[in-house]
């Protein structure tokens, strides 16, 4: 049953790679230019791979490696579904972050897309798909020349605890998308650590130094692992089963996946003894993650949070696409 389960799912996740690949082909897909409706920050298409990825579970039943990126959309639009899964999960999965390198540059005109302020409306429109808040006017008042700056600073962050790096990565993404900061900036990318409760000093000196060998190892696997966009996570169990799910997809494509792959493994509910609890877990939520996570639908996520802010337990953060709800 377990493989009969595995080979449904890989039937499903090829089928999905083909369809994006031949969109890429056809569109000259520009990386910045997210597709809501695949779910994909996608790269221009180059040479295909059949490589099989080697993530043997360590330290827990299952391993997942997840390519992402500090600016793409599509990776912020599946923060609900991803803390979801590791409250319910996370006894049984390891995540090992790779940077995908989603702008090197803007030495490209494809897609629609050849200059910062093009971005802009692209990602307001990005934020009512995802019902996360963005604010794309960075594009227009900061625009970020590269997302290489923001990846090799997450390696850096990683050298040091792997759980300051997650931490990092969130404010990092909350900063751009909320507040507009330009983060390939070192000032902006400092600050952001300091926040994480990294060592800024050891960072500037491993951003300066072995993180750009790392991040570039990262892209030398995705290419061989045939990355073409992100979020991708692949998923291996004990003996080397592997799933991949390719974009943002509804919560139950990552449970599913993560089942056929472990079966024994058992849901730990959220038990919350007050509308705050989640706050003790995850310092900052948006309405979607709190209604994900809750199991409720983000209309009513709203009327909760915005009552425990009316009540000054809470802080908020609000933008034009929507609000962030920070704990005191």
Known sequence: MKILSI????IFSVNCQSQTNSKMSEDKTNPLLCDPVS???????GEKTNAKA???AENKPVKIIYYTDPICSSCWGIEPQLRKLKLEYGDYFEIDYRMGGLLP???YNSGGISKPSDVAHHWDEASLYYEMPIDGNVWL???LDSSYPSCIAMKAAQMQSKEKAVKFMRILREELYLNKKNIAKWENLAEAAKTAGLNVEKLKTDYDGDAKKFFQEDLNLGKTLGVRGFPTL????ADNNQLTVYGSKPYASYENALLALFP?????KFMNSNSLSIFEVYPTLAPKEYAAIHDISVSEAKIILEELF?????DKKTIKNGSLYIKK
Do not use: R, T, Y
Not at 7 to 10: G, K, Q, R, S, Y
Not at 39 to 45: D, V
Not at 234 to 237: C, K, S, V, W
């Open 141 to 143: 008042e900061d625009p």
């Open 310 to 314: 009316s009540q000054g337990k809470l």
């Open 234 to 237: 692949f998923l291996a169990d």
């Open 54 to 56: 080697v993530i043997p």
């Open 105 to 107: 540059d803007w030495s």
């Open 264 to 268: 024994e493994a058992k849901k730990k």
């Open 39 to 45: 779910g994909m920050c996608e790269m221009p298409a």
């Open 7 to 10: 080979l449904l799912i890989l």
